[in-house]
């Protein structure tokens, strides 16, 4: 059965850090970009990072950029999305979803995690 699972959300204060972990089961992550959405309450789901399958090439919303950093473990079959100087407004439900090549549309994503809540308050 293929699998994705998300973990490494919480509660932290504005700059703090997390990492989140994006595990896969039933399939190798290796074939496969990588896709770190987020969706807060009543708002779209947004993209925020996507590493290529080979690691090669990875990509950042400017909301982002400078604070996030995505990468793979292929040894482990898991992607990772370390998050520093969290913000408020980066309080959401973090999702992982996999496909062949990287895309900012999650609707061209073939498999999704369950998501993973991180809420940043003092």
């Known amino acids: 059965q293929v699998q994705l699972v998300e973990s490494g959300g919480g509660l932290v204060q504005p700059g703090g850090s997390l990492r989140l972990s994006c595990a896969a089961s039933g399939f190798t992550l290796d074939n496969y970009a990588i896709g770190w959405f987020r969706q807060a309450p009543g708002k779209e789901r947004e993209g925020v990072s996507c590493?290529?399958?080979?690691?090669?090439?990875?990509y950042y919303a400017d909301s982002v950029k400078d604070r996030f950093t995505n990468s793979r473990d292929p040894a482990k079959n898991t992607v990772y999305l370390q998050i520093n100087s969290l913000k408020p407004e980066d309080t959401a439900v973090y999702y992982c979803?996999?496909?062949?090549?990287?895309?900012?549309?999650?609707?061209?994503?073939?498999?999704w995690g369950q998501g993973t809540q991180v809420t940043v308050s003092s």
């Open positions: 979803a996999a496909r062949v090549y990287c895309s900012g549309r999650a609707r061209v994503y073939d498999y």
């Open positions: 590493i290529s399958s080979s690691g090669a090439s990875i």
